[in-house]
Structure formats: structure tokens, C-alpha cells
Nanobody
Framework: QVQLVESGGGLVQAGGSLSLSCAAS????????MAWFRQAPGKEREFVAA????????YYANSVKGRFTISRDNVKNTVYLQMNRLKPEDTAVYYC?????????????????WGQGTQVTVSS
């Protein structure tokens, strides 16, 4: 089992920045691929970004590419999401997810462990 706890959400004006963190505990964190998803009211949960367990490869949704950066610290058992140039359409609950699969997938069903989510609100 892996337990995930997100933090860092909040309210920011359009064009601003926020940094999310996800602290993991339980099984060996460094063996898990990690990802961020988000879910806006009335919408399905969507993929935002992912990082392999070594941190050697990262993946981004087209909507956030060039604005968001995912990273991880396997000593601190933490994955981060730096969000810059935020837009009102980025408003959502952001979830951290973990998977022990070697294949990084954008489908939420492929991710085994989830945090409780943190709210990000971007005002126009």
C-alpha cells in the first residue's frame, strides 16, 4: 500500500503560479511512477502530468505543456507539480496518483493509489 497526501492548493489570479506537493508513505516510493490528475466540477478526471520512477521521463497533457513541470525527490518521497501562467480553466481538484506499472498511462483506471485531492482555483 502507498498513502498519498497532497498539499499546496489555493486561490491564485490568472497568470500566477502555484506549487503542489504530494508526500508518499508506505511501500518503496522510488519504485512507483507518479502522476497528477485533475477534476473540474461536472467533468471527468483528466491526466495532467506523469513522471517515471527514476524521474528520467516526464509526460504532460497538451493543455499544460510548457506551463507545468512535474518533478520528484525520491529521498523525500515527494512528487511536485509546479504550475505557472495559470488560467481559469486550470481550476479543479488536483489529485496525486501512484502506479507500480512500468507503463505510464493517461487513463486514471491504470493508477492504483490516489490522494484525497487539493483544490486549485484560478480567478480571472
Amino acid at each position: 500500500q502507498v498513502q498519498l497526501v497532497e498539499s499546496g492548493g489555493g486561490l491564485v489570479q490568472a497568470g500566477g503560479s502555484l506549487s503542489l506537493s504530494c508526500a508518499a508513505s508506505g511501500r518503496t516510493f522510488s519504485r512507483y511512477a507518479m502522476a497528477w490528475f485533475r477534476q473540474a466540477p461536472g467533468k471527468e478526471r483528466e491526466f495532467v502530468a506523469a513522471i517515471t520512477w527514476t524521474g528520467g521521463r516526464t509526460y504532460y497533457a497538451n493543455s499544460v505543456k510548457g506551463r507545468f513541470t512535474i518533478s520528484r525527490d525520491n529521498v523525500k518521497n515527494t512528487v511536485y507539480l509546479q504550475m505557472n501562467r495559470l488560467k481559469p480553466e486550470d481550476t479543479a481538484v488536483y489529485y496525486c496518483a501512484a502506479s507500480d506499472s512500468s507503463v505510464v498511462a493517461s487513463d486514471p483506471i491504470r493508477w492504483e493509489y490516489w490522494g484525497q485531492g487539493t483544490q486549485v482555483t484560478v480567478s480571472s
